[in-house]
């Protein structure tokens, strides 16, 4: 078995004047909630093996703070250039490219994509995350190039605004 914690970034500012969305920084309050539910998952998600993020500025920033409350070396944080813009498919294939050494991964993206993944893993529909949103999930594989439409198990979604 797996399990995998699927992060939409925290809340975030609009795109200033001159500035593409992939600079867009977190908001106070989006800083406040990425540090809010990374505490609740360290109660029973602590010590993952791999933290991957789009490496758009919120979804950096969002995959820092949750780490540090995770006890993961932000250092350590694999920025996949991949689940910037990704589709479903993109963030799958992600997955399925794992080690399979990894048991617990983290994975911090963007909306449509990650809530979709979301709602391909357990084969039943989740509504659209909201921005600090975190679905923590058992898969039913040994091996994550075995990711599959409902090999997923939901086991906790949680969201600051809860």
Not at 71 to 82: K, L, N, V
């Amino acid at each position: 078995m797996k399990q995998v914690a699927l992060m939409r970034h925290a809340e975030a500012l609009p795109a200033g004047a001159g500035e593409y969305d992939y600079q867009r920084p977190l908001s106070e309050q989006g800083e406040c909630d990425a540090a809010l539910i990374g505490r609740r998952l360290a109660r029973n998600f602590r010590f993952p093996d791999a933290v991957l993020a789009s490496p758009a500025r919120r979804t950096r920033r969002t995959a820092e703070i949750v780490a540090a409350q995770l006890a993961f070396p932000p250092a350590d944080i694999q920025f996949e250039a991949r689940a910037y813009e990704a589709r479903i498919s993109d963030l799958c294939a992600l997955l399925q490219d794992l080690d399979d050494a990894l048991e617990r991964v983290v994975l911090v993206a963007h909306n449509p994509a990650i809530s979709g993944v979301c709602t391909y893993l357990l084969q039943e529909w989740v509504a659209d995350l909201p921005s600090g949103a975190c679905a923590q999930l058992t898969l039913d594989i040994e091996s994550w190039a075995e990711v599959q439409p409902g090999c997923g198990r939901l086991q906790n979604l949680d969201h600051p605004f809860r």
